[in-house]
């Protein structure tokens, strides 16, 4: 979980990255990375993930991210503006806004109810409809479900904002003051100098990914004999990804706020931050089976009644890192459809930080709100559907 802490003076919220946080992950970095270098049988699991990880997923994350935040350099769109001038239309705006993949959207729209400039209604639109950085992955991996999410979350989303708009008044649960939200603001870091490294790892692996999924025999691919090319980019590049991840000063929050920093740097760190938890992700499972040889399938389906909940209730931490477990988890078909639409819905990703900051009544509040449809919704689907 993000850590975060703000600052207010002068009616101005400043945010801050807390720096307790660099030894959280410098201890889930060390930890990935020396079980890695291990020659055991945990060794050969760990640096299969890692390849797995890389070659299956991040280098597909890496892609998306370099199209939608190129698309919002390259437009730079003024959410905030447009806001102020549409305010007969902020519920659908504030859905698509927060449908939109990563976090960026939603806490546009966050701190303007934060403002006093949106409705309750929009807030809980917007909540109900982010699913954060799990977007990406969902996305490059499997894009038509990523699509059916995307409609079902925006569905509800609408819905869900009018129905409270409706039953409170205009003013419901805004802030007092009047704050100015603002972001700490960090152009570079020194682990960017690293970014054209992990660029020539990126491009090869991208070849890969996309030849592996499209059933290519990539393990043919040798530069001496049975040494694989694939294998060898695909674990470098995880390693430099987590490290990269792990000494990154930035908090994940501050990488999907922090606009002022380069193109390449923004895709990088997000990048870095989803690779890691996918790892985490696929390391959790393999772990699992090899210390207590248990069919997770098998376990699932015994407790599938309950799956949805789980993850509806995850969907509720705030941070993108469980939401992105989840969705690796559903990705490699150990939890149902209807359990990620339950965590897309109920999942309010880094949106929800600055809410907890400011206006904790309301965040809560909001999030109970998108606990309800998440139930609806992800059990309808299950009890019509599966």
Not at 27 to 56: C, T
Not at 153 to 182: P, Q, R
Not at 204 to 215: C, D, E, H, L, R
Request: hydrophobic share 50%.
């Amino acid at each position: 979980m993000n850590a975060l802490f703000s600052v207010i003076k002068n009616n101005k919220a400043i945010f801050i990255a807390n720096d307790a946080r660099l030894i959280k992950k410098c201890l889930l970095g060390f930890l990935i990375l020396s079980f890695s270098f291990q020659s055991s049988e945990i060794g050969l699991i760990v640096r299969q993930v890692l390849v797995d990880a890389y070659l299956q997923v991040s280098v597909f994350v890496g892609f998306t991210l370099f199209l939608f935040i190129g698309l919002d350099v390259l437009t730079g769109f003024n959410v905030e503006r447009f806001l102020k001038k549409t305010k007969k239309f902020h519920v659908p705006i504030s859905t698509l806004l927060g449908a939109l993949p990563g976090c960026g959207g939603a806490i546009i729209v966050v701190t303007q109810f934060i403002q006093g400039r949106i409705s309750f209604g929009s807030l809980v639109a917007v909540l109900t409809s982010t699913m954060g950085d799990a977007a990406f992955l969902l996305l490059s991996q499997s894009p038509i479900d990523g699509m059916h999410i995307f409609m079902i979350a925006c569905t509800t989303g609408i819905i869900t904002g009018y129905l409270v708009d409706f039953c409170h008044h205009s003013n419901y649960l805004k802030v007092k003051k009047n704050f100015k939200v603002e972001f700490e603001k960090i152009e570079r870091t020194f682990i960017s100098r690293l970014n054209y490294i992990w660029l020539i790892i990126f491009f090869p692996g991208f070849v890969f990914g996309v030849m592996s999924a499209f059933q290519f025999d990539i393990h043919k691919f040798t530069i001496l004999k049975n040494f694989n090319s694939a294998e060898l980019i695909g674990s470098i590049g995880a390693i430099i990804s987590i490290f990269m991840w792990t000494l990154n000063p930035l908090s994940d929050f501050q990488c999907s706020t922090e606009k002022s920093r380069n193109f390449l740097s923004r895709v990088i760190d997000v990048t870095n931050f989803v690779t890691t938890w996918v790892v985490c992700g696929f390391l959790f499972y393999e772990l699992l089976l090899y210390f207590s040889d248990i069919d997770l399938k098998s376990l699932f389906q015994v407790w599938n009644i309950f799956i949805p909940l789980i993850a509806i209730l995850f969907g509720f931490i705030p941070g993108c890192g469980p939401q992105i477990v989840i969705t690796t988890f559903y990705l490699n078909g150990y939890i149902p459809f209807s359990a990620e639409i339950g965590n897309a819905i109920s999942n309010d990703g880094d949106a929800l930080f600055p809410a907890i900051a400011l206006a904790p009544k309301a965040a809560i509040y909001a999030t109970f709100y998108s606990g309800l449809p998440a139930i609806l919704i992800a059990y309808s689907y299950m009890y019509f559907f599966e």
